[in-house]
T-cell receptor, first 109, second 115 residues
Framework: GQNIDQPTEMTATEGAIVQINCTYQTSGFNGLFWYQQHAGEAPTFLSYNVLDGLEEKGRFSSFLSRSKGYSYLLLKELQMKDSASYLCAVKDSNYQLIWGAGTKLIIKP | ETGVTQTPRHLVMGMTNKKSLKCEQHLGHNAMYWYKQSAKKPLELMFVYNFKEQTENNSVPSRFSPECPNSSHLFLHLHTLQPEDSALYLC??????????????FGPGTRLTVL
């Protein structure tokens, strides 16, 4: 079966750095996505990785290791508005997105 | 963000009712999707339309019936639902349904409660 694992919940402090991990086992791989979803709102696209390595976009970075079936989302200089759920998703060999259950990130002052 | 809109935002219905959810995208995309999101569960893909043709139906019960009259509009017709169908129903669109980098853009969802 296909599976995406990510922690259910994480807590971090405003101004700090947090890393949200995602491991996957899928039939084929055509890229990995990270989305942010605030409570009651639409998921919004954050990043896409298809090659190994780190992609940096402002305060957010995403890393991929295809050989390990592993990715992480790194959030720097945390702000209260970063409190949200972060969803990891992988496109399989049929180009269908397989989703993790999401990581709820709580930011404390 | 008004790229993908959904109506209604909230819906309460009885098990014998018939209702429809509407989704509209203003992004010029050719693929549209319905997802179900339940608390603490991964998004479940329900239906995919690519160029108005249904390409995926992930074993969804027949009490959910999709309709895609054109590439900009998508409906989900609901009838004789069960309480376990209560969830957030999300619509998304993308340029097309294949292609690795093709990114899906989501609407705000319809919060459905079945009594």
């Amino acid at each position: 079966g296909q599976n995406i694992d990510q922690p259910t919940e994480m807590t971090a402090t405003e101004g700090a750095i947090v890393q949200i991990n995602c491991t996957y086992q899928t039939s084929g791989f055509n890229g990995l996505f990270w989305y942010q979803q605030h409570a009651g709102e639409a998921p919004t696209f954050l990043s896409y990785n298809v090659l190994d390595g780190l992609e940096e976009k402002g305060r957010f970075s995403s890393f991929l290791s295809r050989s390990k079936g592993y990715s992480y989302l790194l959030l720097k200089e945390l702000q209260m508005k970063d409190s949200a759920s972060y969803l990891c998703a992988v496109k399989d060999s049929n180009y269908q997105l397989i989703w993790g259950a999401g990581t709820k990130l709580i930011i404390k002052p | 963000e008004t790229g993908v809109t959904q109506t209604p935002r909230h819906l309460v219905m009885g098990m014998t009712n018939k209702k429809s959810l509407k989704c509209e995208q203003h992004l010029g995309h050719n693929a549209m999707y319905w997802y179900k999101q339940s608390a603490k569960k991964p998004l479940e893909l329900m239906f995919v339309y690519n160029f108005k043709e249904q390409t995926e139906n992930n074993s969804v019960p027949s009490r959910f019936s999709p309709e895609c009259p054109n590439s900009s509009h998508l409906f989900l017709h609901l009838h004789t639902l069960q309480p376990e169908d209560s969830a957030l129903y999300l619509c998304a669109s993308s340029q097309e349904s294949s292609g690795g980098a093709d990114t899906q853009y989501f609407g705000p969802g319809t919060r459905l409660t079945v009594l």
